[in-house]
Nanobody
Framework: VQLQASGGGLVQAGDSLRLSCATS????????TAWFRQAPGKQRELVAT???????NYADSVKGRFTISRDNAKNTVYLQMNSLKPEDTAVYYC????????????WGQGTQVTVSS
């Protein structure tokens, strides 16, 4: 199983970015997928989850600004990030196949998002 995250970069506050996570080696449509982030010196934070049936959940800090979506035909999950803030700066990781309690079986390598003020 492989998860390849991409789309990070350096942007200014208020800008948008779309992260992608291409997966292979698993029946993507059966599993929930999620985006996490970890800023320097902070614990990893669950940002957004999309379940196999398509329902979604978001951290309060990103509600109304971020949108998680999935394309089962492409085995890819996306995170559209709008109105970015400096506090969104972190390494963003995608994950697939929830084991419960915030644990996932498969992880991507992370992509850096830096938002300047």
């Amino acid at each position: 199983v492989q998860l390849q995250a991409s789309g990070g970069g350096l942007v200014q506050a208020g800008d948008s970015l779309r992260l992608s996570c291409a997966t292979s080696g698993l029946t993507f449509s059966r599993y929930s997928t999620a985006w996490f982030r970890q800023a320097p010196g902070k614990q990893r934070e669950l940002v957004a989850t999309i379940y196999a049936a398509g329902s979604t959940n978001y951290a309060d800090s990103v509600k109304g600004r971020f949108t998680i979506s999935r394309d089962n035909a492409k085995n890819t999950v996306y995170l559209q990030m709008n109105s970015l803030k400096p506090e969104d700066t972190a390494v963003y990781y995608c994950a697939a196949n929830s084991l419960g309690a915030g644990k996932y079986a498969h992880w991507g390598q992370g992509t850096q998002v830096t938002v300047s003020s």
